[in-house]
């Protein structure tokens, strides 16, 4: 068992050794494009005095990604959340759905919020996506469908999942929030299940401020969602549909279209970065770096580092000494919806059956990637976690 004592922020104090780092080092800092282009286009945007309602920034948007990802149909929403909502109730969901517990707890509020029980399901522990065999498991007669999760920007097992819900006559939509560009088998993500579900939260690779959208290739569900997003309005003073207040507003639009533009150069360097870190870390005892598919596209915005039994320092150990040094590093998404409320009340014998979700809740670190980290930041996160290790 690791017993070493890290430097605590106590012992920071006490010791009056300035951290590493003078500004904090989040997790999730956004990346953010050309400021005069974006500037530019919030000046047409208050030229035109047309802020929000399908203007013709999300118009353009929308066209933008859905060209990106090669879909039929992006409906462009006001974050992620409400659009998994929206996407949830144009799908047809009720009763029990089938989600993995190690997402964002989002996945699992979307469902409850309406009324629908999610249902934890457990994960393959070498990829942290669904393992179909325990998806397969947690089918009962109330069962109406599966939202996968693409975990990390790794696809999901599509086809696996697919065969089960068809086997079941279940339906199967993708919470897509970390895959914006991410392909699986060589297929960009976006076009499989009845839909996916995409982020752009701040503290996402590809972000609108806050942001999200629903893409597919079904002409009718697309069509249903437009109608849920505004209210059900179909023209003026004629409500067709119940609704809500799904909209994007324009200035998250001018922000994605800016960005978009910018998306490439961030991919690039957290490629850079994730190389960076997966050098800086190699041969430290009961440290890795999760490794993704070099076959499949990835935005690489998640460094996930496993910290395992054999290390000699915890992985909370590891945190608290990053976190001393200004090295704001996460353990998402521990400890897995199953043990956030209300599920844990709910389901309170739930990690019987989530052996991997709770081991893998245990190991993992995330630590900072994106624009504003250098590869010389690296360098000295990597030496505080070697030397947290080693001392
Ligand atoms: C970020 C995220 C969401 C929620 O998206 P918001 O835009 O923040 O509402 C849902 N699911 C996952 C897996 C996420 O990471």
Redesign the pocket.
């Known amino acids: 068992m690791p017993t070493k004592t890290i430097r605590s922020k106590a012992d920071l104090a006490i010791n009056g050794a300035p951290p590493a780092f003078d500004e904090p080092l989040h997790v999730g800092r956004p990346n953010i494009g050309d400021r005069a282009a974006f500037l530019q286009r919030v000046n047409q945007i208050l030229d035109n005095q047309w802020l929000t309602n399908n203007g013709p920034m999300v118009q353009e948007f929308e066209q933008r990604i859905a060209d990106y990802l090669g879909v039929k149909h992006c409906v462009a929403m006001c974050?992620?959340?409400?659009?998994?909502e929206i996407a949830i109730r144009a799908v047809g969901l009720e009763g029990e759905v089938i989600v993995p517990s190690w997402?964002?707890v989002?996945?699992a509020h979307?469902l409850y919020w309406q009324g629908i029980t999610p249902v934890f399901a457990d994960i393959d522990p070498a990829t942290h996506n669904l393992d179909p065999a325990a998806v397969h498991r947690m089918i009962t007669p109330r069962t109406s469908g599966i939202i996968g999760?693409h975990?990390w920007g790794r696809a999901a097992p599509i086809d696996e999942l697919q065969a089960i819900a068809d086997e079941h006559g279940l339906k199967l939509m993708f919470?897509a929030?970390?895959a914006f560009g991410s392909t699986y088998k060589g297929q960009t993500i976006g076009r499989f299940g009845a839909c996916e579900?995409l982020?752009?939260?701040a503290?996402?690779s590809f972000t609108t401020f806050?942001?999200?959208a629903v893409v597919t290739n079904n002409d009718q569900l697309a069509e249903k969602m437009r109608l849920m997003r505004n209210f059900g309005f179909h023209g003026y003073d004629n409500v067709v549909h119940p609704g809500t207040n799904g909209k994007m507003i324009e200035v998250c639009a001018a922000m994605g279209l800016t960005n978009l533009d910018d998306h490439a150069d961030v991919i690039a360097i957290n490629i850079r970065n994730h190389a960076a870190y997966t050098n800086a870390l190699s041969g430290i005892p009961g440290i890795s770096v999760l490794v993704y598919d070099s076959t499949e596209r990835n935005s690489h915005h998640y460094v996930v580092v496993e910290v395992d039994s054999s290390c000699s320092v915890t992985r909370n150990q590891i945190v608290a000494a990053l976190q001393a040094e200004n090295v704001l590093a996460r353990k998402y998404f521990w400890p897995g919806a199953h043990g956030m409320k209300p599920y844990s009340d709910i389901f309170p014998h739930a990690k019987l059956l989530l052996k991997n979700t709770e081991f893998v809740a245990d190991q993992v670190v995330i630590l900072p990637s994106g624009v504003a980290v250098t590869v010389d930041d690296i360098a000295t996160i990597g030496a505080i976690i070697k030397q947290t290790v080693e001392c």
């Open positions: 974050n992620g959340t409400i659009a998994l997402t964002f989002a996945t979307a999760v975990v919470d929030a970390h579900v982020s752009f939260h503290t996402k806050e942001g999200g």
